[in-house]
């Protein structure tokens, strides 16, 4: 026994010194985030430009690679979550540039007032992720806060969002990104407002699967593929949305003329999706639900 102990002893000691050795791996590229100051008031939505300058290839990559866009209440407490595949190929010499809303979703609770971290990188289908060069300080490993995100304590006018009838009481999310939803069997309403100045509002929803044993899609008559019409009237919007999967959707706005100050938004599907185990009836789910003021409002925003 004592043998074995000491010859233990002796690899570790051999071992540890070529570990600590070890070279850092080297960035695979650069990245810059825009602005680096976003206000973010309950319940808005506001666009972070991320750009990423590729230097080295993304050495074994499973699967596709993604982008992960933390908000932390401190390093290692992540309290939303922005994912997102990465829109383009990986390649050194090929810049990727894009931007993707952060938002406070109507659906969920407010973020307490406050400063927060943003924070960015780059991981695989088996959660590796890879060394990159910012502006920011390495948060945790290939984790960099390139952002700072504030809540204020007063949002000022802020419309509100009102539901008819036939939307499904709100659910928990599953996740940091998704924190609530609704669920829409049929034909529904959403009110906003009062609006006191143009702006946009940002929907995203999921339509269930189409296919499969476990479902029964019927359709109106006149249909030709599942589809549902989206308008606003306080806007020139009408738009037909189809196929499954999620849809991201932004809505110009502008306060009407007369009436009460609200504007409304009517999602009309002309198919029904029957899961044939409970006979429950689903349209769509709404995921998130924002806004974002235009120029020219009220004083003092």
Known sequence: MRLVSRTLTVAVAVVAPFAA??????????????????????????DLQLRFEPTAPL???????????????????V??????PLPETWTPGEPIEYSI?????????????????VSVGIYDGEGSRWPLITDGAEVDSGEYAVAELTVPEAAGEEPMFYFSAAWGPIEGGTDGQILARRVLPGPGEIRVGPLTRPGAIWLQVTVPSLEGSGVRVEMEPEADRPAFLL????????????????????IPVSPP?????????????NYRVVDVSTLTERVLTLDILAWRPGEGGPAGE
């Open 59 to 77: 050495e074994g990559l499973v699967g596709e690679a993604n982008v992960f866009v933390h908000v932390l209440e401190e390093p290692g407490n």
């Open 21 to 46: 050795c070890a070279p850092a791996p080297e960035p695979v590229g650069r990245l810059t985030a825009e602005p680096v100051r976003v206000d973010l008031p309950y319940p808005r939505f506001a």
């Open 257 to 269: 003329e007369t009436g009460d100050g609200e504007c409304r938004i009517t999602l009309e599907p």
């Open 231 to 250: 308008r606003s009237d306080c806007s020139d919007v009408e738009m037909w949305t189809s196929g499954s999967g999620t849809h991201e959707i932004e």
């Open 79 to 84: 309290i939303r979550t922005f994912d997102h």
């Open 101 to 117: 809303p952060l938002y406070q979703s109507a659906l969920g609770p407010p973020l307490q007032p406050g400063v927060y971290p």
